[in-house]
């Protein structure tokens, strides 16, 4: 059905918000179902997950859209504009931005689990654009499930009325009625505003490598229709609309977008870096005056440095960052050398879990052996003369004695979890110098905790520890919070007298002994023995902390040697000794990968 027969009326755009694992790709599959938009044939699972890494991981990472016609019971047929969003923390950013485009949100709370950590964050998202909220409990279908106590939870906790939340099971679709017309009656219908100068919002954007990059826009003023001359606003650069179109889910070819509706454009444009998420569309020969607001920025947290396993594969690495670049332009990347691994690149992410899941589609997707160095994160350098610096590779940390302070960033974190682990959760966040700010009994012997935390205490395996320190029973979410000031010292490590640049890391001056000392010693079983003893130290500036040794493997050279003179010998053991000096002063150390690998894994030994 062509787009223009629906009028703005008849147009509901709605997201769907949830914690991870409450069921809002599963929702998604039965609304496309049930409104027939898809064949029985065509449905699969997940059906709006389409990555492999989705599949396999059971999350969505990519925001997707699906438009839907439904024939609602007062005999009209709307058009829903159904956006899926992801439930990690470290995909907010594709939240906020679909949230963007529409006026309403489904939140989906768990019967079983309640409202948990991520719940609240998405809820605060939609919250500050000011969307019609829906609560929906889902999973009523299981034995232990309790609408009753969820409803409490959601308005005790969120603070939103439940008194009209819907119950459905996604997995068996029952209530599934119930809330498409919940959709039609209580979101609120987009404004007419067809007659105005276009302006459309990128809420999304991918490369495509038949037709080029492709933007996913929503339409807020006037229309655009195919074959029209647009203008992109940040960069002032003009195209032709080769294609317009809503995905049905799949894509279907339209003439016109009219305001109001959530659809594709493609214009032929060769890089996507134009195509800049948040940018605002508008015509070329009438452009407007002001771009619509374009949301936050994401802002990488957690860098790392990417380096292939055999540098004759840079370039093939080069060339798959951009790639993945223009498919996910949330990461950053640039060129680094270090002397322990040759050419690679340091990345720039939003979170531990879009590093990891960008490292396994490089691997994956463009065959590659990589090799990671420990995850750091971006302080602020104050100096004497009034100046400051952000840093987020140890190799660009400054002279001490030019330091004043350095700021670390830190986190507003909310954990919720079965009471019986507050005691051990409340110890973990002390031990990574976390400070209490909250505690809230909820209902249901559930806790929320509030910790204000290091970033950089949390990026390498803080999520693991608290699964299982709560037996997989916790949920967290964070938020940047402001910056503090911290003693913060970058940590050295000299293998034979050199700094091996590849292995130093910045840590906190409480932990930098224990962390070195822990260091050397892995270091001393991974290194090879030599000819000649191999000193390995933990420095901190000029200061040595700790110090192991590898061995000399010593050739018995007085083997040959029956009873007589001891002259003989000693001459041969003189012999052996310059010869190992010697070597010992021109001799170079080669540093295995695995020790690489060490500094990463160092965490979970501690």
Known sequence: MANSTFKQQYIRNFSIIAH????????????????????????????????????????????????????????????????????????????????QACEGALLIVDATQGVEAQTLANVYLAMENDLEIIPIINKIDLPSADVEEAKRQIEEVIGIDASEAIAVSAKTGEGIANVLEAIV???????????ETLRALIIDSWFDSYVGAVALVRVFDG??????????????????????????????????LISGTVGFMICGIK????????????????????????????????????????????????????????NDPSFTYETESSTALGLGFRCGFLGMLHMEIIQERLEREYDLDLITTAPSVVYRI???????????????????????????????????????????????????????EDMKFIGQGRVMLT???PLGEMVIDFYDKLKS?????????????AFREESVIKLDVLVHGEAVDALSM???????????????????????????????????????LARETVKAVRKNVIAKCYGGDITRKRKLLEKQKRGKKRMKAIGSVEVPQEAFLAVLRLNEEN
């Open 20 to 99: 991870i694992d409450h069921g809002k790709s599963t929702l998604a599959d039965r609304l496309i179902e049930e409104t027939g938009a898809l064949s029985e044939r065509e449905m699969k699972k997940q059906v709006l997950d389409s990555m492999d890494l989705e599949q396999e991981r059971g999350i969505t990472i990519k925001a997707q859209t699906a438009s839907l016609d439904y024939p609602a019971q007062d005999g009209e047929v709307y058009k829903l504009n159904l956006i899926d969003t992801p439930g990690h923390v470290d995909f907010t950013y594709e939240v906020s931005r679909s949230l």
């Open 382 to 436: 104050h100096f004497k003369d009034g100046t400051m610096k952000e840093v987020a590779n140890p190799s660009g940390f400054p002279d001490p004695v030019e330091i004043t302070k350095i700021e670390e960033p830190t986190v507003r974190a909310n954990i919720f979890m079965p009471e019986e682990f507050v005691g051990a959760l409340m110890k973990l966040c002390q031990e990574r110098r976390g400070l209490q």
């Open 223 to 256: 229309v655009m229709n195919k074959g029209d001359k647009i203008r992109l606003m940040s960069n002032k650069i003009a195209y032709e609309v080769n294609d317009v179109g809503v995905f049905q889910p799949a894509p279907v070819s339209q003439k016109s």
């Open 185 to 195: 009656h209580r979101v609120p219908s987009p404004k007419d505003r067809d007659d």
């Open 451 to 453: 910790y204000n935390l």
């Open 506 to 544: 910045i840590v906190h001056q409480s932990v930098a002994e224990s962390r070195g000392r822990l260091l050397v010693k892995k270091l001393r079983e991974l290194i090879p023995r030599q000819q000649f003893d191999i000193p390995i130290q933990a420095a901190m500036g000029g200061k040595i």
């Open 271 to 326: 890089n996507l870096r134009d195509l800049r998420v948040g940018d605002t569309v508008t015509l070329d020969r009438k452009p407007a005056v002001e771009s619509l607001p374009g949301f936050r920025e994401p802002k990488a947290m957690v860098f790392s440095g990417l380096y292939p396993v055999d540098s004759a594969d840079y370039v093939d690495l080069r060339d798959s960052l951009e790639k993945l670049n223009m």
């Open 469 to 481: 320190v709560s037996r997989g029973y916790a949920s967290m979410d964070y938020e940047l919070a």
